[in-house]
């Protein structure tokens, strides 16, 4: 059974970085297309960014310039590395292929 677990999130500052996981397990590969959507409190979904199976990635125009999406086959891991949070950037961090996806990370950016 295909499993995406994300992890790494946690309360940082604003200014700071801050490196998120998701682990892909059973029959599926952080070789194909993977994105990251978030959630803030009272907001819908946004997404945050796409990696496409050939490495190109799009980004929200929110995140465009300060997220990084990468991924490492051999680990079947895809990462998020977000820098200069802001409290904006508050939210639960969602990793999905398709139409499954992980439980969320909590993201708190506050002083």
């Known amino acids: 059974q295909a499993h995406l677990v994300e992890s790494g999130g946690g309360l940082v500052q604003p200014g700071e970085s801050l490196t998120l996981s998701c682990v892909i397990s059973?029959?599926?590969?952080?070789?194909?297309?993977t994105a990251w959507y978030r959630q803030a409190p009272g907001k819908q979904y946004e997404l945050v960014a796409t990696?496409?199976?050939?490495?190109?990635?799009i980004y929200g125009p929110a995140v465009k310039g300060r997220f990084t999406a990468s991924r490492d086959n051999a680990r079947n891991t895809v990462y998020l590395k977000m820098s200069s949070l802001t409290a904006e950037d508050t939210a639960v961090y969602y990793c999905?292929?398709?139409?499954?996806w992980g439980p969320g990370t909590q993201v708190t950016v506050s002083s």
């Open positions: 990696l496409y199976n050939d490495d190109n990635t």
């Open positions: 999905g292929q398709g139409v499954l």
């Open positions: 059973g029959n599926m590969s952080s070789a194909h297309t």
